[in-house]
């Protein structure tokens, strides 16, 4: 799939790092260093513009490593950039851990996944079929036990 990109940053483009990555590598476009603040979030720029086909999006996720190393992660997660947006894409980071975090100009934030998706169309109707779950939800399937 080609998708037209306008990259008003220093950075390379959003790209796999290994051959079966599902998601791309985005970068921040700072002017310079931004620090957060446990429990603070901020919109980071990545001065990245985008032209997707109709029926897909981009999905914006957190990076494992940021997350499990740092307590660095995306709020709205995953973010969708619809196929009708042309603004920037931007990454909503929060700091979840205990300490200052800081974002510096090139540091890869986030990860990107382009995904098809479907257009629902509603069918308002008096009754829904059943199934043996039924009504059940948050829990109704069982606890999971621990080894």
Same mark, same amino acid.
């Given at each position: !799939?080609?998708i037209? +990109? +306008?990259?008003?940053?220093?950075?390379? =483009?959003?790209?796999?790092?290994?051959? =079966?990555?599902?998601? !791309?590598?985005?970068?921040?476009?700072?002017?310079?260093?931004?620090?957060?603040?446990?429990?603070?979030?901020?919109?980071?720029?990545? /001065? =990245?513009?985008?032209e997707?086909?109709?029926?897909?999006?981009?999905?914006? @996720?957190?990076?494992?490593?940021?997350? =499990?190393?740092?307590?660095?992660?995306?709020?709205?997660?995953p973010?969708? #950039?619809?196929?009708?947006?042309?603004? *920037?894409?931007?990454? +909503?980071?929060?700091?979840?851990?205990?300490e200052?975090?800081?974002v510096?100009? /090139?540091?890869?934030?986030?990860? !990107?996944?382009?995904?098809?998706?479907?257009?629902?169309e509603? #069918?308002?109707?008096? *009754?829904? /079929?059943?199934?043996? @779950? /039924?009504?059940g939800?948050?829990?109704?399937?069982?606890?999971?036990?621990?080894?």
């Amino acid at each position: !799939m080609k998708i037209k +990109i +306008i990259n008003k940053s220093a950075h390379p =483009l959003p790209k796999y790092q290994t051959a =079966l990555s599902a998601g !791309m590598d985005l970068y921040a476009n700072t002017d310079g260093e931004i620090k957060l603040q446990p429990m603070e979030r901020k919109l980071i720029p990545t /001065g =990245l513009f985008i032209e997707l086909p109709a029926g897909y999006e981009a999905q914006i @996720r957190p990076r494992s490593g940021l997350a =499990l190393k740092s307590g660095i992660t995306c709020l709205n997660t995953p973010g969708t #950039i619809d196929a009708d947006y042309r603004g *920037e894409i931007g990454v +909503i980071l929060a700091n979840l851990s205990n300490e200052e975090f800081t974002v510096k100009d /090139g540091d890869r934030i986030a990860q !990107m996944v382009i995904a098809k998706h479907e257009t629902a169309e509603w #069918i308002e109707t008096d *009754e829904l /079929g059943d199934t043996d @779950r /039924g009504a059940g939800g948050f829990g109704s399937s069982g606890v999971a036990k621990t080894v």
